[in-house]
């Protein structure tokens, strides 16, 4: 006769949750809670992305001009007056501790939609911090903060409360998406819950930026490549040219993600000739997105482009010049600066001054690495080296970018760790193994625990950097 169940059985019994449902209630859950321990326009970039939201709300896709050949949008003055009040005195304080007052009379601005101002584009600053610099970005990613935006204003709701009710919506769907991603996947579903519940991937689905809904839709990509490289149904794949579509329609910088499609064997999809119908449309997707981002950052230039894109073409000419000492400083910059990415990658909040502990960071990554070696692919040698090197490559496009884009007296500046999040499952697929302790039923309680405390050692210190 089997004695009574003790208190841990029962909890690992009651803890056996799927990775889709465990992703959802704590991308939730702690998604809100991060919304409201943020101040107001306190994630990367955050003021930019909300007035191209607010731009797009009105129609308004591409930016506008004024004389003097000037980009950029006209808003309401209390948009501006808005950001202001969460921004310190000097151009280099982004950000302040949190004030109820300040926030208390933030919700009481009233909108005033027709008083506006010309806010211009990088280069023609209204003040040392706060441009039109979203305005190269395609309308994509903004529709869900548009959506939201437009919303608050038939309610004639105060500035700050279409912010959080942008965040808000951002949030809902980049987790809806994140969920679907993880239902869909028949493989590293554990890995892809870990990587997607990340304090920084969390924080940037809560924020009005277009990596709230990017970061979602790489792991749904990924996820649809997994799901008809394991099918045997032989059908076209248009979940898969969908997920491409909108995921190449948001930001430049990630062509490469999708065309790990291209490695899925063509017997999965019914043949040699289907599959050259699937590749030639995949490859046309692609080739839209890559078009479309183009056309957006194009018809962003301004007159004042002209000494930074001189910059730009220098320095590329060197590189072509020199190869071998570019890729040489390139690695020695990733050699240096890998540990301080990483502890980005994992959650570097704020206006990335808001660090986790050290612990923390070693923790979130040791886990995923070892869920990645549990419930990874067996075999398909093809799709592995397919991910590893649209992997690889894509860093080194990214690298050179933000070579090309850095100021003169630095070699590279402002490559932030959250720009690997897209490239995570990439990474992903190419590294992961399966084994049978996947089946340990301890496994699903032990990462719900730890992704509890990793998320809420994130909410502890987010509340000291703003409230304490």
Same mark, same amino acid.
């Given at each position: 006769?089997?004695?009574?169940?003790?208190?841990?059985?029962?909890?690992?019994?009651?803890?056996?949750?799927?990775?889709?449902?465990?992703?959802?209630?704590?991308?939730?859950?702690?998604?809100?809670?991060?919304?409201?321990?943020?101040?107001?326009?306190?994630?990367?970039?955050?003021?930019?992305?909300?007035?191209?939201?607010?731009?797009?709300?009105?129609?308004?896709?591409?930016?506008?001009?004024?004389?003097?050949?000037?980009?950029?949008?006209?808003?309401?003055?209390?948009?501006?007056?808005?950001?202001?009040?969460?921004?310190?005195?000097?151009?280099?304080?982004?950000?302040?501790?949190?004030?109820?007052?300040?926030?208390?009379?933030?919700?009481?601005?009233?909108?005033?939609?027709?008083?506006?101002?010309?806010?211009?584009?990088?280069?023609?600053?209204?003040?040392?911090?706060?441009?039109?610099?979203?305005?190269?970005?395609?309308?994509?990613?903004?529709?869900?903060?548009?959506?939201?935006?437009?919303?608050?204003?038939?309610?004639?709701?105060?500035?700050?409360?279409?912010?959080?009710?942008?965040?808000?919506?951002?949030?809902?769907?980049?987790?809806?998406?994140?969920?679907?991603?993880?239902?869909?996947?028949?493989?590293?579903?554990?890995?892809?819950?870990?990587?997607?519940?990340?304090?920084?991937?969390?924080?940037?689905?809560?924020?009005?930026?277009?990596?709230?809904?990017?970061?979602?839709?790489?792991?749904?990509?990924?996820?649809?490549?997994?799901?008809?490289?394991?099918?045997?149904?032989? +059908?076209? @794949?248009?979940?898969?040219? =969908? /997920?491409? !579509? &909108? $995921?190449?329609?948001?930001?430049?910088?990630?062509? #490469?993600?999708?065309?790990?499609?291209?490695?899925?064997?063509?017997?999965?999809?019914?043949?040699?000739?289907?599959?050259?119908?699937?590749?030639?449309?995949?490859?046309?997707?692609?080739?839209?997105?890559?078009?479309?981002?183009?056309?957006?950052?194009?018809?962003?230039?301004?007159?004042?482009?002209?000494?930074?894109?001189?910059?730009?073409?220098?320095?590329?000419?060197?590189?072509?010049?020199?190869?071998?000492?570019?890729?040489?400083?390139?690695?020695?910059?990733?050699?240096?600066?890998?540990?301080?990415?990483?502890?980005?990658?994992?959650?570097?909040?704020?206006?990335?001054?808001?660090?986790?502990?050290?612990?923390?960071?070693?923790?979130?990554?040791?886990?995923?690495?070892?869920?990645?070696?549990?419930?990874?692919?067996? +075999?398909? @040698?093809?799709?592995?080296? =397919? /991910?590893? !090197? &649209? $992997?690889?490559?894509?860093?080194?496009?990214?690298? #050179?970018?933000?070579?090309?884009?850095?100021?003169?007296?630095?070699?590279?500046?402002?490559?932030?760790?959250?720009?690997?999040?897209?490239?995570?499952?990439?990474?992903?697929?190419?590294?992961?193994?399966?084994?049978?302790?996947?089946?340990?039923?301890?496994?699903?309680?032990?990462?719900?625990?730890?992704?509890?405390?990793?998320?809420?050692?994130?909410?502890?210190?987010?509340?000291?950097?703003?409230?304490?």
């Amino acid at each position: 006769m089997d004695g009574p169940e003790s208190p841990a059985a029962r909890f690992i019994r009651m803890s056996r949750v799927s990775p889709a449902t465990l992703f959802l209630f704590l991308s939730i859950g702690f998604g809100l809670t991060f919304i409201a321990l943020s101040p107001p326009f306190q994630a990367p970039d955050e003021p930019a992305h909300f007035l191209r939201s607010w731009a797009i709300s009105e129609g308004k896709v591409r930016s506008e001009s004024a004389p003097g050949a000037i980009r950029g949008a006209y808003v309401p003055r209390a948009l501006l007056d808005t950001i202001r009040l969460f921004f310190g005195p000097s151009p280099h304080a982004r950000s302040l501790p949190a004030d109820l007052k300040v926030l208390r009379a933030a919700f009481e601005m009233p909108l005033e939609p027709d008083d506006r101002v010309f806010i211009a584009a990088p280069g023609h600053r209204l003040s040392p911090r706060i441009s039109y610099s979203a305005a190269g970005y395609p309308p994509m990613g903004y529709l869900p903060s548009s959506a939201a935006i437009l919303g608050g204003r038939l309610l004639e709701a105060s500035p700050v409360a279409l912010l959080y009710a942008a965040r808000v919506t951002n949030l809902l769907l980049g987790t809806f998406i994140g969920w679907l991603a993880i239902r869909r996947t028949p493989w590293l579903r554990w890995s892809f819950a870990w990587c997607l519940l990340l304090p920084m991937a969390v924080y940037m689905r809560g924020s009005v930026n277009p990596d709230s809904l990017l970061i979602s839709l790489a792991f749904l990509v990924a996820a649809e490549v997994l799901r008809v490289a394991s099918s045997t149904s032989g +059908g076209f @794949p248009l979940w898969l040219l =969908a /997920a491409t !579509a &909108l $995921f190449g329609a948001i930001k430049p910088g990630y062509p #490469l993600v999708p065309l790990l499609g291209l490695a899925i064997p063509p017997h999965r999809l019914g043949g040699g000739w289907r599959w050259v119908r699937y590749a030639a449309a995949l490859l046309t997707v692609v080739a839209l997105g890559i078009a479309i981002t183009f056309a957006f950052l194009q018809g962003a230039k301004t007159a004042t482009h002209g000494s930074v894109e001189e910059e730009s073409a220098s320095r590329l000419q060197a590189v072509i010049a020199a190869p071998a000492a570019f890729t040489l400083r390139a690695t020695a910059f990733w050699l240096d600066e890998l540990g301080l990415r990483m502890e980005e990658f994992v959650g570097n909040l704020g206006w990335l001054d808001t660090r986790l502990p050290s612990v923390a960071v070693l923790l979130a990554l040791w886990v995923l690495f070892a869920l990645s070696q549990v419930d990874g692919m067996r +075999g398909r @040698p093809g799709l592995r080296g =397919a /991910a590893a !090197a &649209l $992997f690889l490559t894509t860093i080194a496009l990214l690298t #050179l970018h933000t070579h090309l884009a850095s100021r003169p007296e630095h070699f590279i500046d402002g490559f932030q760790g959250r720009y690997l999040l897209p490239l995570a499952p990439l990474l992903l697929v190419a590294a992961g193994r399966r084994t049978e302790r996947l089946d340990q039923p301890a496994l699903p309680a032990g990462v719900a625990v730890l992704a509890f405390l990793l998320l809420a050692t994130a909410s502890f210190v987010l509340f000291g950097r703003y409230w304490g």
